[in-house]
């Protein structure tokens, strides 16, 4: 078999490498996964103008985000249970990330802990904050975030309540997994997922089991969140976690220009236009749709970044011209480390990065900081 090329490649792989209700925990939205659909449709829908007998010398993707130098406009965004993709997947992740030089995103819900992501890193990395109703384990965690030396807070707003998603529920899905039949047959047929899994330590919430009191049940991620998330998350209590951060501050999730306008209202660093990947309101437009209208609505005010449906570079290079000054991608490093472990968050960076390249190079540009609106071709949104 020929190396993966592409990140639909290393889907394909991980599909034969990781448990079925890991696999699909990553690869599903909620409901009937139309706005999962939509978010990679979208970009699709976006044409890039050709340009021909211009200089395609000396180029560059260097950039940065809330003043982070980046190798390319792309962080790794936070996703839960990463570590039950690939025994110690948020380490390996953080890692990639690290030596391609782009920012790392750590999940609340992460396996690795902040400390254990922070023993195996040498640089800042990010952490997401999801927002519990005990304020003293909120603020634990951003303590803990500082003294592992966090560089941005990233404060997810569109998950107080959980985005329901059959697959999870067909498949049981827990951390640790279950030892029902069909979950060790499940993971019988994944020799290699098994023996890295013997070989780690780390097979539960990292950050909360220990941490957090009163856990009674994180084995079903719907009742844990509406147990511990807190419902009457306003703008009001961003005032107070950034009292307590004290540093970059981004809020991830936002999708409507009115809510841009009271993130950027916050003083916020950054404001991440996304629909949590399709798996939270089914039914909402894709990210790429929106962007341009919440750039024209606070662009000016904060940088605006992207996530949701990125699967290319030409995809990353559409974000960018349509006025986002970062991008994340959640599946993609996702395919990347079910697939090959570290080695395949490599690869999906080092094919993004290609394709990325060699597409700004065919619109005629050199530097990825002069790319804007001009190079497209056709934009319906
Ligand atoms: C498996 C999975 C787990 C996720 N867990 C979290 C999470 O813990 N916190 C969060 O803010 N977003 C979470 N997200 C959303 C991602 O941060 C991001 O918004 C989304 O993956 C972007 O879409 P993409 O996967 O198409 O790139 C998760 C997404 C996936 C796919």
Redesign the pocket.
Known sequence: MTAPLTIADLKSLARRRVPKMFFE????GSWTEGT?RA??DDFAAIKLRQRVMVDMTNRSLKSTMIGHDVAMPVAL??????GM?HADGEMLAAKAAEEFGVPF?L????ICSIEDVASVTTKPFWF?L?VMRDRDFVQNLIDRAKRAGCSAL?V?A??QILGQRHKDIHNGLSAPPKFTPKHVWQMATRPQWCLGMLGTKRRTFGNIVGHAKNVSDLSSLGSWTAEQFDPRLSWKDIEWIKQQWGGKLII??VLDEEDARAAADTGADAV?V??????QLDGAPS?ISMLPKIVDAVGDRIEVHV?????SGQDILKAVALGARGT???????YGLGAMGKEGVDLALSILRKELDVTMALCGKRDIQTVDRSILAHNPY
Not at 77 to 82: D, I, S, V
Not at 107 to 110: A, G, N, Q, V
Not at 307 to 311: A, E, L, S
Not at 328 to 334: A, E, M, Q, S
């Open positions: 925990y990553a690869d599903s999962y978010n990679e965004a936070p996703t839960g249970f990463t993709q995103t999940s609340t819900m992460s997401q999801y990233v997810t569109d998950l991830k999730g991440i996304s629909n949590h990947g399709g798996r990210s996530d949701g449906g990125i699967r994340y991608i959640g599946r993609p490093f996702l």
